[in-house]
């Protein structure tokens, strides 16, 4: 089946500093979408790209849909402890057979020092 | 307010034991999905239903089982065929099933013993 190989698996960083994240895939996805979730909740959605290229903000994120279609990256800048939370990025495969499912990256574990 | 309610948060059970986790949406969503989350794994698809009494297996499916007999409902059965039952349980609705833009629940956690 699809893999995603997101990038880093976790990050320890001071609160005010930018982040970056990525997820790469050996297939090509349609929807890239990224998620975050809580300690002990389930994932919220931040961001969902739909074209190659695309270049969405949301407040202090801002996500990418990379141009070769398998890749996305994800940052978070001026970081806040509430920022802490683990976050995934997840692509959606609109090929036939594929029923539309969506593979999940392993996930990146941010935690903000105040 | 709308949204995805899970019932229970925390459940214990021996081994051998079926287990049922319940899952009930009010957002009129087609929709609906069960994952499983293991530490430091990613969200993983255990069974999924595009509309009432019509669901299809995900990438985990053996040991569980599942029902859409309500547009709103979608319960997990974890049958003692499951050989390592022990995880964070996720439901999650969809408008469709063309949409990646998940709603998910504040999950239940199953300990079997």
């Known amino acids: 089946g699809q893999q995603l190989n997101q990038s880093p698996q976790s990050m320890f960083i001071q609160e005010g500093e930018d982040v970056s994240m990525n997820c790469t895939s050996s297939s090509i996805f349609n929807t890239w979408l990224w998620y975050k979730q809580d300690p002990g909740e389930g994932p919220v959605l931040l961001i969902a790209?739909?074209?190659?290229?695309e270049l969405t903000s949301n407040g202090r994120l801002t996500a990418q849909f990379g141009t070769t279609r398998k890749d996305s990256f994800l940052n978070i800048s001026a970081s806040i402890p509430s920022d802490v939370g683990i976050y995934f990025c997840a692509g959606q495969d609109h090929s036939g057979g594929s029923n539309y499912k969506l593979t999940f990256g392993k996930g990146t574990l941010l935690t903000v020092n105040p | 307010d709308g949204g995805i309610t899970q019932s229970p948060k925390y459940l214990f059970r021996k081994e051998g034991q079926n287990v049922t986790l319940s899952c009930e949406q009010n957002?009129?969503?087609?929709?609906m999905y069960w994952y499983r989350q293991d530490p430091g794994q990613g969200l993983r698809l255990i069974y999924y239903?595009?509309?009432?009494?019509?669901?299809q297996k995900g990438d985990i499916a053996e040991g569980y089982s599942v029902s859409r007999e309500k547009k709103e409902s979608f319960p997990l059965t974890v049958t003692s065929a499951q050989k390592n039952p022990t995880a964070f349980y996720l439901c999650?609705?969809?408008?469709?099933?063309?949409?990646?833009?998940?709603?998910f629940g504040e999950g239940s956690r199953l300990t079997v013993l």
């Open positions: 790209l739909y074209k190659a290229g």
């Open positions: 957002l009129n969503h087609d929709a």
């Open positions: 999650a609705s969809s408008q469709v099933v063309i949409s990646g833009e998940l709603f």
């Open positions: 239903s595009q509309i009432v009494n019509d669901f």
